[in-house]
């Protein structure tokens, strides 16, 4: 989950940053983010859903060029569904449980 209209504010504002052409040393990138960002920019054409070997040998070329700047990449993936989501159910699911183990004890 990233920052709401963080890319949108880091493209109308340039005047507000510098650029700095990283090299050895070792960074954090949203895993999903760089993937969509990818397949976006690299404009492959889809026709049947499944073009993986021009989007595997786009993602190694640009796994090569931060290797050639020494740069290390560490990309988080995050889950599917925000934790509070599995708490409600979590919650639930024992509420649930306990009712049966009680039913179960009246009779």
Avoid: W
């Avoid at 940053?17 to 090299?23: S, V």
């Avoid at 960002?37 to 889809?46: K, Q």
């Amino acid at each position: 989950m990233g920052v709401s209209l963080l890319q949108t504010f880091l493209r109308n504002n340039p005047s507000n940053f510098t650029t700095y052409r990283l090299h050895s040393t070792t960074i954090v990138v949203d895993g999903p983010n760089i993937a969509n960002n990818l397949y976006e920019e690299a404009s492959i054409l889809n026709q049947f859903n499944g073009e993986y070997l021009q989007y595997e040998a786009l993602v190694e070329r640009y796994l090569l060029n931060m290797r050639k700047c020494e740069v290390e990449p560490i990309f988080v993936f995050d889950g599917l569904h925000e934790v509070r989501i599995f708490s409600k159910s979590d919650a639930m699911l024992n509420v649930l449980l306990y009712g049966i183990n009680t039913y179960y004890l009246l009779f």
